[in-house]
């Protein structure tokens, strides 16, 4: 393969074909940073109005450091992985606190702050600071697996390892921002997953996989984690047009808001398990099924709620429990809370 001829038509194809993303527009590393951060997982559709709207609330790192934790998990509230949020949220105060508020431009430093994998430090330190770093996410994967044909998945730590060092191998000393990005960009548009379109790729002469006539078979398919099947029962609590909610602890969307409830084991019966959540919380109710369940997912649970809700209640002080007006929430509630504590909730199948 001529790997300077590849470079060079590549990133001549990025120079006329590059999508206009408000990301692309600065060197600033705190923003390129929330950029990356956002882009895990998500599509760029989704990242595009909450990037806009979380740099203009957060302007700066020193910003987003000052903001307490329940006004970054506002603003991410939607986008999901909420533990991208609460670790841009500490590795900005760590970095305010031990780096005078400047992005770290060393690899190792940077690598070592909350949050920060070998992905987003190569993307960031090659955008930002021109480091010849590679960074290899899923689309950039795809690329180089069907270029060589080679049957690696990043999924596999045999696989991941070797894609490593063919992106290593192939980022230039110059223009390594723009080098990943040009990867990024041909497997987000044109290197698809499905049908990739071969015809209008700039790299089709190098390339192995289309050579073989089967570029979808490169990167090998994998075994999907079998959806988890989950029974939840809640309880709408209400005072004066509120809800009452309680802040999520534990690995799942901590500090996140949503109405008191419980996972329901096997086939146990709603009522008593939820009685005693709330027993748990000092709130004393007496509850009522109201007949409607709603269907959710989080990553691959299938989640299955039973909506009951309290005629009256006594709810006690605690830093645990909030009223929230639905409409209008202060902070930051689950997808699943938006779902059920709509004003005057009308719970569909
Ligand atoms: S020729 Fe096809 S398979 Fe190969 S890199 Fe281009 S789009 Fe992907």
Redesign the pocket.
Known sequence: MDVPALRRRLLAWYGRHRRALPWRDTRDPYRIWVSEVMLQQTQVVTVTPYYRAFVARFPTLAALARAPRADVLAAWAGLGYYRRARHLHAAARLVVREHGGRVPDRPGTFGRLPGVGRYTAGAVLSIAFDHPLPALDGNVAR?LA??HALPLSLRDPRGARALRALAQALVPARRPGDWNQTLMELGAT??VPRA???PE?P??RW?R??ALGR?EAFPPAVAHRAPVRVRRAVALIERRGRLLVVKRQGPLLAGLWEPPGVELEGGAPAGPALHGALAALGVRATLAPTGESVRHAITHRRIEVEVWRAAAAAVPRSARLRWVDPAKPAFALTALAKKVARPGVTVRR
């Open positions: 690329v069907r270029l044109v290197c990739p379109r071969c790729c790299v089709r390339c996989a289309s570029p």
